[in-house]
């Protein structure tokens, strides 16, 4: 029962990661009949894209924090009623400022969700399934992006954009409803396991204890390698929300596709971007199982990966075509994906269980400014220049120097200077980078 509570606790964070950008994406797939109903240009439209992370970066940090000292069942109970609500609440935003009021709350109801689902990882799972774990919780982030397009799109053509808003948030405030009652913040707390099995789960977990001397959270945020992991982060993500923001835009100005035929097309990258995230903490798991270096088998596939989706980004900016265009971006979106869980097992690898939800949150919040600045920039580069060929291109560059980033600053234990007695047994293979 043990091991199938907590697969099933993965399940609901599953879910929960698809209804995130089911809400998420359908702002996108809806813009250029909300750009129409607004009298909004692209221009506009790129900072309405940017405002959702205004509110989500910070949050992205503050939520961490709570799911520290709150508990992660609370922070995701509050965090997605807010959410469901304000992207319910977009049906009735009749002008720029509306709009942008809207999709900041909205940002800020959606910002806990990763560091919070990392810190139910944390507490549910022993290191060697971690990696798994968050590969599986953030799958359902790409499937519910794909479903975005025919869902939305279906609505909006039969009933009206702001209709699909409406129901899209009700999805969200029934998964509430099963968290609520589903959900703890640690397996000995569930009341479907007996006596046995706590004991039994808390054997599996267990860990020996952590030195008594915590470091302070501002130690860890000063670190080359925690840094070099959030700049990473934002090159990933810069990926993620040009594409998020602009594809399905992209397909209907620039290549002429009908509504509901990019609702179709705009699926395919998300679904092969799902292969992606699976694939990515199996696959890092596996390479850490075998070599036993944690820290070398997240490196190696966030390097690697993140280096092919940037290329693959950047020519698809080149190419011409729809077929050509979405096939290079599937390609970009797998790779991209093959990250996703890297940035989160580097943390549970080097911070002490105590700081993971603050530590994942920082790194959240600097990787998600890239959600203020690809979508506006973007907007402007095709107002001034026309074109979305520059976007295309300036999105593989920024995520190119992410790679290279941690390639250099991510340090393995051979290539640092300094060993410091590690803040608990099970990370002596991690190495802090000397300050």
Not at 48 to 53: D, E, I, K, Q
Not at 151 to 161: E, M
Not at 276 to 298: H, P
């Amino acid at each position: 029962m043990g091991a199938r509570l907590r697969w099933f606790i993965v399940f609901l964070l599953f879910l929960g990661g698809g209804i995130s950008y089911l809400d998420r994406a359908a702002l996108s797939i809806a813009a250029p009949l909300i750009a129409d109903d607004l009298d909004l240009d692209p221009a506009r439209l790129g900072i309405v894209f940017s405002s959702f992370f205004f509110g989500y970066a910070l949050f992205c940090f503050v939520g961490g924090w709570a799911s520290d000292r709150f508990g992660p069942k609370n922070v995701f109970t509050l965090a997605m009623t807010v959410w469901s609500v304000f992207c319910g609440l977009t049906a009735v935003a009749t002008s720029l400022a509306v709009l942008l009021v809207v999709r900041v709350v909205f940002g800020m109801g959606e910002g806990p969700f990763s560091a919070t689902a990392n810190k139910v990882v944390s507490n549910w799972f022993p290191r060697r399934e971690q990696a798994t774990a968050v590969g599986l919780a953030n799958a359902g982030q790409p499937i519910g992006a794909a479903l975005a397009g025919p869902v939305v799109g279906t609505i909006a053509v039969l009933a009206g954009w702001r209709i699909s808003f409406v129901v899209i948030a009700g999805i969200g405030l029934v998964w509430v409803v099963a968290w609520a009652l589903l959900a703890t913040d640690r397996p000995e707390q569930h009341r479907w396991l007996g006596k046995v099995e706590r004991e039994e789960m808390e054997q599996e977990r267990a860990k020996p204890p952590a030195v008594t001397a915590r470091l302070p959270l501002s130690a860890y945020l000063r670190r080359p390698a925690i840094l070099a992991t959030a700049f990473a982060f934002f090159g990933y993500a810069y990926i993620l929300y040009f594409f998020l923001s602009w594809f399905p835009t992209y397909l209907v100005k620039a290549q002429g596709l009908s509504i509901g035929t990019m609702g179709v097309v705009n699926a395919i990258p998300w679904v092969i971007g799902c292969i992606g995230m699976v694939l990515g903490g199996f696959v890092c798991d596996r390479i850490y199982q075998r070599t036993g270096r944690a820290l070398f088998a997240r490196k190696l596939i966030l390097v690697g990966s993140l280096a092919i989706a940037a290329v693959c980004v950047a020519l698809a900016g080149i190419v011409t075509g729809v077929a050509g265009v979405v096939a290079l971006m599937a390609v970009s979106v797998f790779f991209m994906y093959l990250t996703a869980n890297t940035y989160w097992a580097i943390i549970l690898d080097t911070v002490e269980e105590g700081r993971v939800g603050s530590v994942g949150g920082f790194v959240h919040l600097i990787a998600n400014l890239a959600g203020i600045v690809a979508p506006s920039v973007t907007g402007f580069i095709v107002e001034w220049s026309g074109s979305f060929a520059g976007a295309f291109v300036l999105t593989g560059a920024i995520a190119i120097v992410g790679a290279l980033s941690v390639a250099v600053f991510v340090r393995s234990p051979a290539a640092a200077v300094e060993a410091p007695t590690p803040l608990h047994p099970s990370l002596a293979g991690v190495v802090t980078p000397r300050r």
